[in-house]
Nanobody, 128 residues
Framework: QVQLVESGGGLVQAGGSLRLSCAAS????????MGWFRQALGKEREFVGG????????????YYAEAMKGRFTISRDNAKNTVYLQMNSLKPEDTAVYYC?????????????????WGQGTQVTVSS
């Protein structure tokens, strides 16, 4: 079993930045692919991006949804069993609950149903 706990959410003004963390416990997640998703009120869960198990660009690296490219950066520290989501140039439409997820497969995918474990989410609110 893997437990995921997100932190770092909060209220920020448009144009600001936040860094979310996802700490994993239980089984080591160094060989898990990690994804970030978000869900705005009344909307479906949306893929933000993910990082493959190795975390090295020469293998699979990171992948982002188109709307997040250039603004969001995902990284991982396997020694700490933690994945990060750095969000810059935030917009009001980025307001959502952000979730991290883990899957045992080697590739990043955008479908929530392909992830085996989920955190409880952390709220991000961007004011205009």
């Amino acid at each position: 079993q893997v437990q995921l706990v997100e932190s770092g959410g909060g209220l920020v003004q448009a144009g600001g930045s936040l860094r979310l963390s996802c700490a994993a416990s239980g089984r080591t997640t160094s060989t898990y692919t990690m994804g970030w998703f978000r869900q705005a009120l009344g909307k479906e869960r949306e893929f933000v991006g993910g990082i493959s198990w190795s975390g090295t660009p020469t293998y699979s690296g990171t992948y982002y949804a188109e709307a997040m490219k250039g603004r969001f950066t995902i990284s991982r520290d396997n020694a700490k069993n933690t994945v990060y989501l750095q969000m810059n140039s935030l917009k009001p439409e980025d307001t959502a609950v952000y979730y991290c997820a883990a899957r045992r497969e080697i590739t990043v995918v955008a479908q929530p149903g392909q992830y085996n474990y989920w955190g409880q989410g952390t709220q991000v609110t961007v004011s205009s």
